[in-house]
Nanobody, 115 residues
Framework: QVQLVESGGGSVEAGGSMRLSCQAS????????MGWYRQAPQKQRELVAVISTAENINYGGFVQGCFTISRADAKYTVNLQMNNLQPDDTAVYYCTNIQQGNNFWGPGTQVTVSS
């Protein structure tokens, strides 16, 4: 099992920035993927960004250079820097760890962007 603890959510005005962090613990394999998904009300969960232990990165189709994912393996931590946030970015952001065919999720952190 892998446990994920997210931090850094909250409220911000449009055009503002926010940084999310997620720390993993438990049975973490040396090769894995960590990252972020989000789910807005009445919408499906969608990919924000994921990064592998080999530093391969995939961003969701809506990301246009305003979000940056990074990781610190020594602490099994993944960060998401979000700039120029817009009201459409309002959602619950979920941290994920993917390894050995399993997908673990954090409880989620709310991000609210006001216009």
């Amino acid at each position: 099992q892998v446990q994920l603890v997210e931090s850094g959510g909250g409220s911000v005005e449009a055009g503002g920035s926010m940084r999310l962090s997620c720390q993993a613990s438990g049975d973490i394999y040396s090769i894995h993927v960590m990252g972020w998904y989000r789910q807005a009300p009445q919408k499906q969960r969608e990919l924000v960004a994921v990064i592998s232990t080999a530093e391969n990165i995939n961003y969701g189709g809506f990301v246009q250079g305003c979000f940056t994912i990074s990781r610190a393996d020594a602490k099994y931590t993944v960060n998401l820097q979000m700039n120029n946030l817009q009201p459409d970015d309002t959602a619950v952001y979920y941290c994920t760890n993917i390894q050995q065919g399993n997908n673990f999720w954090g409880p989620g952190t709310q991000v609210t962007v006001s216009s």
